[in-house]
């Protein structure tokens, strides 16, 4: 069973998690700076994907909407099944704690709101080579489509959270993403987008 179940939230302050104070600061990050740098990236590799390469137009982009949905899956079973993970060790219950527990402790924590970038680009980095080996130079195109995907979801995980929500459609993505914090920890997954909750059965009984 997931300890985030046993997890009260406090809508003020902050938590510690590491002594060290360079790894504490470290642990932080506004939202606006992973996005603003992965939407760089993105541009540079669309950029050589468009100039470089023989692809037509619309494979290019046919294959960066492959990407996009490729890391909305990503992120779906990532929340699913690592950061809610049945945590039957303490071990375990400290990962899921520091990537994931913190955050329903204390969701309106601003700067928790998005994984560090250091982080994240050593992720990013060792997906460029993966999607190297596996795919050549369509890693030019799909990697971009990951990335703005991932920045997309940042910036509506933030939103959600710090934003009041809308009259329009979008609104869901407020109602789901506060049901899954606050009523059901085993429903809606998706944050940026509710598509792997409808295939995969978990959107939130209404």
């Known amino acids: 069973m997931s300890q985030i179940k046993s997890i009260k939230p406090n809508h003020t302050g902050t938590k510690v998690i590491f002594n060290n104070p360079v790894l504490e ?3 932080r990050t506004h ?3 992973p ?7 993105a541009i540079g590799l669309l950029y050589i994907a468009i100039t470089r390469s023989n692809f037509k137009i619309y494979t290019i982009i046919t294959v960066f909407i492959a990407g996009w949905l490729v890391f909305s ?3 779906y079973l990532m929340h699913r099944y690592v950061f809610h993970m049945n945590t039957n060790t303490k071990i375990k219950e400290k990962i ?6 913190v955050h329903h402790e204390y969701p309106k ?3 928790r709101l998005a994984m560090p970038p250091l982080v994240s680009l050593t992720i990013a980095t060792i997906l460029f080579f993966l999607f190297q080996l596996i795919m050549g130079d369509y890693t030019y195109a799909f ?8 920045a997309a979801y940042l910036f509506v995980h933030f939103i959600v959270h710090a934003w009041q929500p809308p009259s329009n459609i979008f609104k ?5 993403h506060g049901i899954h914090h606050y009523k059901d920890h085993e429903r809606a997954f998706g944050v940026s987008t509710p598509l792997w909750d409808y295939i995969f059965r978990t959107m939130p009984k209404r």
């Open 73 to 75: 899956l990503v992120e």
């Open 143 to 150: 990697l971009p489509g990951f990335i703005v995907g991932y």
């Open 96 to 101: 899921q704690y520091n990537f994931h527990g």
């Open 35 to 41: 996005i603003t740098i992965f939407v760089g990236i």
């Open 172 to 176: 869901a993505l407020w109602v789901n």
């Open 25 to 27: 600061r470290l642990s």
């Open 31 to 33: 939202v606006a700076v």
């Open 109 to 111: 924590d601003k700067d």
